[in-house]
């Protein structure tokens, strides 16, 4: 056990900056507040039948009320009680017991567990959203014990909004109790799920609108089909789904492309009029605006141009858009030569010059409202590089991150030097899921972090150019094991710009190092990217040379191994955020305690191991022991929290690895033999 005593004096009054909320955000609250109202008061009358039903089941099968109020964490932080339907037992241990639940939960009564598959249960809630204290749409209600452990900016940023009935991470995690163990319960959801959750939560935060609500909602629905309940929703999808897809990629552009269309045949009235007057009546002139902008918006839903990101389009993409637009004129100029159709639609046969004029204009038009100024330097690209293409073929890569580091690699990748030898096949981004799938600054957003396996296996990808900043040590750590366990060429953006001045700065004749091989990427290979001690696979190497060493010169070697015990405690009850910084302290006191010659790394999750060489007594280790001890064993400050850890220190020496010539690490932490030292002051406060 930690127990964290609390050192933050009390906070000051201080005035306070309020910013006043944007008239479109107004606007957005009111309507979505008029949505909740509304439809929280129909599913209410709606569903009152079956609520009827399910509190009489709810009474006869198990004693105790029929609905359950629990405490949670409200909008700003204020707590409401959570109406569901009761699922347990009205037992102590009910409410005595872990806050979340796994499957199997012998608290849970047999109705209970068939209302929490079918998400019956969460139904009393829509009462709590006509009140006012929740919305149909938003982040889940946490727990306000587990709330307030979260990160400070994170509880902010996801309370800032009203909770909801459901979420994004709610769809994700609708079958989160098969994914947690009962035997482990509440480490399992601080480690593997509520962290996702969160970053769920607040791209919520960041990028909801009413149509993201409509999807959220529909998806929602969806989960509860058996054969979509077993498929993997994507993460994009949550954020842009079929109602806001429809919305931003359809409705909107072809409204816009109508009033384009419009405009255009009202031009061509002034050339074309007194030459054929019987076809310029309204009914006429909507019909060949409709007609035209239908066919303009089937042909890039064909090719693909309604998904594009217009507003970070390349000018490549401006090719389909001509495309489109001569097809569509094809087609209005064939149905001009049947008038049999046109009378069969009620129309008169137009002029073909006012047909052609018509859409030439609109395709005007429909690329200015689009592109502007950057259609002719387009083609030009669009040509260079579809012939370069039909030349070569390179090692197909996938950029990691959306930001601009990924368009200063892709144009450093497509120059000359580059081009031959790499082919850009899409980026991965978790910053804007809304995005997966579109193509933006000239690439296609293939998805997010999670999709990695896939995307890998399906283009065949050989190089990963990361272009992340070095601020997430266990992203970069997932990207590392990724790479090694795939097998995939990793490059960082300030790696490839050192090697693009090595091409530009050094003589022809001299070699150049491949941009893996560098000493930086070396590095950070084999250190730990938290503590940036060596980690596991250079303190084996190092114990190799040490045993080597020892058997050479006839001395010893010893490994102590240093388990904190009680940093599992502080990473579930205060966060990672807590636990990476008592490793930190602990890796500068240990570094203290030892020699130059010996090697100190980072072994596990909460483990430390010390190569101690060149001892003429294995005795004397336990002289480095007891100094160690002694220096974990103090308490760690961290932002106004004081810990006592319990550091558990084991010893395996050359003598118990003698029956094998090359031990692995892990064989020595399993020969491992526990190391007594006297306490001298007690470690928990």
Known sequence: MVRAQSLKPKATPQAQIVERPELGMLTRRAVKRLFDIIMSLIGIILLAPIGVIIAILIKRDSPGPVFYRGLRAGKDGKPFKILKFRTMYERPESYAGPRVTAQGDTRITPLGAWLRYTKIN??????????????????????????????????????????????????????????????NLMEDYFQSILPNKMRLDQLYVRYHSFFTDLDIIFWTIAILIPRITGAKIPEGYLFAGPFSRLANLHIN???????????????????????????????????????????????????????????????????????????????????????????????????????????????????????????????????????????????????????????????????????????????????????????????????????????????????????????????????FDFCRAYGIRLIFLDDLLRMVDKQITQPVHENHDAIWR???????????????????????????????????????????????????????????????????????????????SDTLARFGEHQFALIVENLARLEEVEIVGKRIFNSLSKPYQINGHRFNLQPVLGVCTDQDCAERSNPDIATCYSKRTLLEVKQHEPILA
């Open 122 to 183: 969460e139904f009393p809630q829509l009462w709590n959203v006509l009140k006012g204290e929740m919305s149909l749409v938003g982040p889940r209600p946490e727990d306000v014990e587990i709330a307030k452990a979260w990160p400070e900016d994170a509880r902010r940023e996801i309370l800032s909004v009203r909770p909801g009935i459901t979420s994004p991470a709610s769809v994700l995690y609708h079958d989160e109790e098969k994914l947690l163990s009962s035997s």
């Open 518 to 596: 560098s000493d930086h990427l070396e590095y950070k290979a084999v250190h730990d990217l938290t503590t940036q001690l060596p980690n596991r696979y250079l303190l084996q190497d190092r114990l190799r040379h040490s045993l080597a060493y020892s058997r050479r010169y006839n001395t010893h070697v010893a490994i102590l191994f240093i388990d904190l015990e009680g940093l599992c405690d502080i990473n579930r009850t205060l966060g990672r955020k807590y636990g990476d910084e008592v490793l930190v302290q602990a890796a500068k006191r240990l570094t203290h305690c030892k020699r130059d």
């Open 253 to 479: 552009w072809f409204i816009a492309d109508f009033m384009v269309a419009l405009t255009a045949i009202e031009i061509s009235s002034l050339i074309f009029k007194p030459l054929d007057a019987p076809f310029w009546t309204w009914r006429a002139i909507l019909f060949l605006s409709f007609l035209l902008t239908f066919l303009f918006s089937a042909l890039n839903v064909l090719s693909g141009q309604n998904r594009v990101l217009w507003s970070r389009s390349t000018s490549e993409d401006g090719l389909g858009l001509l495309a489109s637009g001569f097809f569509t004129l094809l087609v209005l100029l064939a149905l001009e030569t049947f008038p049999p159709v046109m009378h069969l639609l009620g129309l008169p046969t137009a002029h073909w010059g006012m047909v052609i004029l018509t859409c030439m204009l609109a395709q005007v038009g429909f690329i200015a409202v689009r592109y502007r100024l950057r259609l002719f330097s387009g083609i030009a690209n669009r040509w260079l590089n579809w012939r370069q293409n039909q030349m070569t073929l390179g090692e197909r890569v996938l950029l990691l991150g959306g930001g601009e580091g990924s368009q200063i690699a892709g144009w450093l990748l497509k120059r000359r030097m580059f081009r031959s030898a790499f082919s850009i096949v899409g980026v991965i981004d978790d910053s804007n899921p809304t995005l997966h799938g579109l193509r933006v600054g000239g690439y296609w957003m293939m998805g997010g972090i999670t999709d990695l396996p896939t995307l890998v296996e399906k283009h065949d990808i050989g190089v990963i150019v990361s272009t992340i900043p070095a601020a997430n040590p266990k992203l970069d750590e997932y990207i």
